[in-house]
């Protein structure tokens, strides 16, 4: 699809997730004979991985940001501080909140989820979208400062939530109590027995109430409610629970799985529009992962290498997800547990070797 004087539509990326920055930094506009364009609310992009570090105060919102702006400029790459708001497959084109409307030739959509919060529950603060999450930790810093203590809720037993959990008591110390809540009998369920008893003897170690079997119902009035009528007193809640799909992608006539994620291949290609690709959080592998960022890392490259291939009518690769991973989680005090394999290890030389990681990450896209 091309403008009236046949100059080629450009290839449009909606958001600024850990797998687009890699496009970004890999797509040659010159060789492929279009422009290229980042579609992004912020012009900077946090890595996951190393949020709790800065919520417990290891890292600078510098230090795990990567500035997008600066990224594009360098890669040749235009981008656009704003939000997509519509997807029309049919006109090939993408509606941004600031009213213009992009065409596309290929379109890729790397923007993550959105917590799933009990029906009804409005109240607490997510941890995604990460990007807006510095802002919404000021209101926690409040309520410290108010209250000179206080309890805090962190509801979601993955690893995202235990993180969160040590990396909130680290940031505001004993005098804020934090507990740790969720509907599953132990802490990180789809990881090793050996690193979920590491987990809850941690813990236990550094004061963190555990609450397990509490499916939480609604959060009002200064109570959690569980389903079966429990009730824990909180001033505040940190939700790191399950994620969706923002709501907008149901009228893109895209193909959505059941969740609303757009269903892609084994080469990212939408199922349903073979111009469209997706990967990270919003992408609904056909063999599913779980919703983080280790697999988006991965897919970057591949995204990059299929992005270029399909424009230049080349044979696409495929994306194999690890069957097994790594997984790195931070206990805020300069320890990291260390899982894989069903083999689990702890100390600071596990704290370490995931700094090294991280930054090794950050560390392609500045300059």
Known sequence: MGDAAGKAAPIVLIGGGHAHVEVVRKLRAAELGCEVLLVSPSACAPYSGMLPGYVAGQYGFEDFHIDLARLCTRSGVSFLMTTATAIDVEQMHVTLADGRVLSYSRLSIDIGSTPILPSGVTGGIAVKPIASFTERLARLDQMHSRTGGGRLAVVGQGV??????????????????????????????????????????????????????????????????????????????????????????????????????IRVDAMLRSLSHPEVFAAGD??????????????????????????????????????????????????????????????????????????????????????
């Open 282 to 367: 919003i992408a609904s592998l056909p063999d599913p992962r779980p919703k983080a960022g280790v697999f988006a890392v991965r897919q970057g490259p591949i995204l990059a290498e299929n992005l270029r291939r399909s424009v230049l009518k080349q044979p696409l690769q495929s994306y194999l997800p690890q069957q097994a991973w790594l997984v790195l989680i931070s206990l805020a005090d300069g320890r990291a547990i260390a899982d894989k394999w069903g083999i689990s290890a702890t100390g600071r030389w596990v704290a370490a070797w995931k700094h090294w990681n991280d930054t090794r990450f950050l560390d392609r896209y500045r300059g």
């Open 160 to 261: 995202a939530g235990v993180e969160m959990a040590f990396a909130l008591q680290k940031r505001f110390g004993r005098r804020v109590e934090v507990m740790l809540v969720g509907r599953a009998d132990r802490p990180i369920a789809d990881r090793s027995v050996s690193a979920q008893a590491k987990v809850l003897a941690e813990l236990r170690q550094v004061g963190i109430a555990h609450h397990p079997r509490f499916d939480v119902q609604a959060f009002e009035n200064g109570e959690l409610v569980a389903r079966d009528g429990r009730t824990v007193a909180v001033h505040e809640v940190v939700w790191t629970t399950s994620s969706g799909a923002p709501t907008w992608l149901r009228s893109s006539g895209l193909s959505l799985d059941p969740a609303g994620f």
